[in-house]
């Protein structure tokens, strides 16, 4: 099959084209302005959502401004405009490692087509572009000319660990329960998984335990933005869920507590295993 048309099918399944090997948006701001409106906002974290199934190779964000204002002035305010959408993709678990660019790149100079729409220009000036660029024709290229290996990696049986000796301070990690990007539920595939973790808690009925949740790819140990709720609190969020997971299946409330530890122990690695959730024993019965 042409490369080109398994790009696009490849482009049309996730949901967009991408135009020359990237994709684009633009956040506008208001007059003197760096803090993203509550619209800008949600038009931003829509986007955001496009890229949970892309390999990013890089991002790249500059911000403008209007050709109003000194131009020491309008360089400091694009760049604080970059520096605030840098934030919001760190709140919403996009690693740093991809972004390559944050510049403010100061006035764009206004070019009048009309002399009414004047304002409505230098609106569309106030702005941040952003860059996406996927990693999509190194992934075309492999499927296309190597055969398809796939290499899985053995994972540790959490089930199993629980079922045999454990002692207080145990930290067991829930590998296989992955998270979707910026929410606390976890993906469809790790359902299974997690029944059989509270089916084995269950049966290990003398062990009391602290659900700590993480996330990944925030600034300077922030909990990341829960999506759905809007609130800081992400990690949290995830250890509420597992707990809620576990009290259905019928686990006592009086053995386990939730806490979130937002992004202060990054494991290292891929960042999309940072948004985990594990288990620290604190009793062991006789």
């Avoid at 401004?65 to 694009?78: E, H, M, P, R, V």
Wanted: charged share 30%; glycine share 6%; aromatic share 8%.
């Amino acid at each position: 099959m042409n490369k080109l048309l398994v790009l696009i099918l490849i482009s049309l399944q996730c949901g967009f084209i991408w135009s020359q090997n990237k994709l684009t948006h633009e956040v506008y701001f208001d007059t003197d302005k760096f803090e993203v409106s509550n619209t800008e906002e949600s038009r931003l974290l829509l986007f955001i959502s496009k890229l949970n199934d892309i390999e990013i190779e890089s991002i790249s964000i500059y911000g403008f401004c209007d050709d109003i204002g000194a131009s020491t002035y309008n360089l400091k305010l694009s760049q604080q405009r970059a520096n605030a959408i840098k934030t919001i993709f760190s709140s919403n678990e996009i690693s740093e490692d991809v972004i390559s660019n944050v510049d403010g790149k100061g006035e764009v100079l206004l070019r009048i087509i009309e002399e009414k729409n004047i304002q409505k220009i230098r609106g569309l000036n106030r702005k941040v572009e952003i860059i996406v660029h996927p990693k999509a024709q190194e992934i075309v290229e492999e499927i296309i000319e190597k055969p398809l290996k796939v290499a899985i990696p053995e994972k540790k049986d959490v089930a199993e660990i629980i079922k045999g000796d454990l002692k207080v301070g145990d930290k067991i990690v829930f590998e296989n329960i992955l998270f979707k990007t910026g929410y606390s539920t976890i993906l469809p595939e790790s359902k299974k998984t997690l029944d059989s973790i509270a089916n084995a808690l269950l049966e290990r009925s003398d062990i009391y335990f602290t659900i700590q949740g993480h996330v990944c790819c925030t600034q300077f140990s922030r909990d990341a933005i829960d999506r759905k709720t809007k609130k800081r609190n992400l990690s949290e969020a995830r250890a509420q869920f597992v707990y809620d997971f576990f009290a259905k299946k019928g686990i006592s409330k009086k053995r386990m507590r939730a806490v979130g530890l937002r992004r202060k122990f990054p494991l290292g690695g891929d960042p999309k295993f940072d948004k985990r959730v594990e288990i620290v024993i604190n009793y062991v019965g006789d």
